[in-house]
């Protein structure tokens, strides 16, 4: 079965760190399109990163610029996503997706996250920024 399984929600004060972490199974990322979105209650779909695993390629969204690392370790077949200073304005379920449309950037397929062209997403994780 292919799936992809997010971890590492939870609970931060203002400035803490969080590591989100997305398995997959069924699958491999190694050549694959890997992005997070998130979402915010009442708010629309946001994209956070994308990277383009076969050659490196990372694109962030500028709210995200400077405090986020979008990473895969292939071996495992997982995608981490490194939230560092996180703010309140981060409080949303966060979302991993993988896509195999090629794309000759990062930024491509960020947009397709915005539209929903990708193969497999995960169930999301909640991320609660709160003093």
């Known amino acids: 079965e292919v799936q992809l399984q997010a971890s590492g929600g939870g609970l931060v004060q203002p400035g803490g760190s969080l590591r989100l972490s997305c398995a997959a199974s069924?699958?491999?990322?190694?050549?694959?399109?890997i992005g997070w979105f998130r979402q915010a209650p009442g708010q629309e779909r946001e994209g956070v990163a994308s990277?383009?695993?076969?050659?490196?390629?990372?694109y962030y969204t500028e709210s995200v610029q400077g405090r986020c690392t979008l990473s895969a370790d292939n071996a495992m077949n997982t995608v981490y996503l490194q939230m560092d200073n996180l703010k309140p304005d981060d409080t949303a379920v966060y979302y991993c997706?993988?896509?195999?449309?090629?794309?000759?950037?990062?930024?491509?397929?960020?947009?397709?996250?915005?539209?929903?062209?990708?193969?497999?997403w995960g169930q999301g994780t909640l991320v609660t920024v709160s003093s």
């Open positions: 997706a993988v896509g195999s449309r090629p794309h000759s950037t990062a930024y491509g397929f960020f947009l397709s996250l915005l539209r929903g062209d990708y193969d497999v």
């Open positions: 069924g699958f491999t990322i190694d050549d694959r399109n």
């Open positions: 990277l383009i695993n076969s050659d490196g390629d990372t």
